[in-house]
T-cell receptor
Framework: NAGVMQNPRHLVRRRGQEARLRCSPMKGHSHVYWYRQLPEEGLKFMVYLQKENIIDESGMPKERFSAEFPKEGPSILRIQQVVRGDSAAYFC?????????????FGPGTRLTVL | EDQVTQSPEALRLQEGESSSLNCSYTVSGLRGLFWYRQDPGKGPEFLFTLYSAGEEKEKERLKATLTKKESFLHITAPKPEDSATYLCAVQANNQGGKLIFGQGTELSVKP
């Protein structure tokens, strides 16, 4: 009965390091979405994935950011060579494999701080 | 461009004082409109989905309504535990699954 799980909950990185954020969707869900919430800003869509496929990455910055959702294991959002502007809360959401409208259920988020 | 605007940005109510939050949207073909609640330091919690104009949904003290241009979240006789940020989001046809969020309304209910 677990919801969407994200880890770590808090991550501190120095400029230039790599950040890896993990997301395990709800049981039975095969669609994963990543959103970013910058300080004092709303939630912004980044990427939509299904198992082994990137469906929509229109919200991903062109450089340093990548995402994957392998056949086995959690979805990973990877940020290379982090900069201070990457400091934000990163939320993962999942939805079931049904057609049409799909409610998205969110995890607790990973709060990334870049020093 | 698809857009969601919420008002007011912040709302302070006394316990029992009913009010409404507004969500105006511009979207090229609405697939659905979603309301979420977000507490500080937590992820958004799903509340409602509305599909078409005229639709209404209720949950405890909350009632969501939808027109062709906006949605309202009515809060009846709020309690301090209703204090949170309320987020509105839209999903557009032919845009995959992504949600477009408004900035949110921060609701504070004082006892």
């Amino acid at each position: 009965n677990a919801g969407v799980m994200q880890n770590p909950r808090h991550l501190v990185r120095r400029r230039g390091q790599e950040a890896r954020l993990r997301c395990s969707p709800m049981k039975g869900h095969s669609h994963v979405y990543w959103y970013r919430q910058l300080p004092e800003e709303g939630l912004k869509f980044m990427v939509y994935l299904q198992k082994e496929n990137i469906i929509d990455e229109s919200g991903m910055p062109k450089e340093r950011f990548s995402a994957e959702f392998p056949k086995e294991g959690p979805s990973i959002l990877r940020i290379q060579q982090v900069v201070r502007g990457d400091s934000a809360a990163y939320f993962c959401a999942s939805s079931p494999p049904s057609s049409g409208l799909r409610e998205q259920f969110f995890g607790p988020g990973t709060r990334l701080t870049v020093l | 461009e698809d857009q969601v605007t919420q008002s007011p940005e912040a709302l302070r109510l006394q316990e029992g004082e009913s009010s409404s939050l507004n969500c105006s949207y511009t979207v090229s073909g609405l697939r659905g409109l979603f309301w979420y609640r977000q507490d500080p330091g937590k992820g958004p919690e799903f509340l409602f989905t509305l599909y078409s104009a005229g639709e209404e949904k209720e949950k405890e003290r909350l009632k969501a309504t939808l027109t062709k241009k906006e949605s309202f979240l009515h809060i009846t006789a709020p309690k301090p535990e209703d204090s949170a940020t309320y987020l509105c989001a839209v999903q557009a046809n032919n845009q995959g699954g992504k949600l477009i969020f408004g900035q949110g309304t921060e609701l504070s209910v004082k006892p």
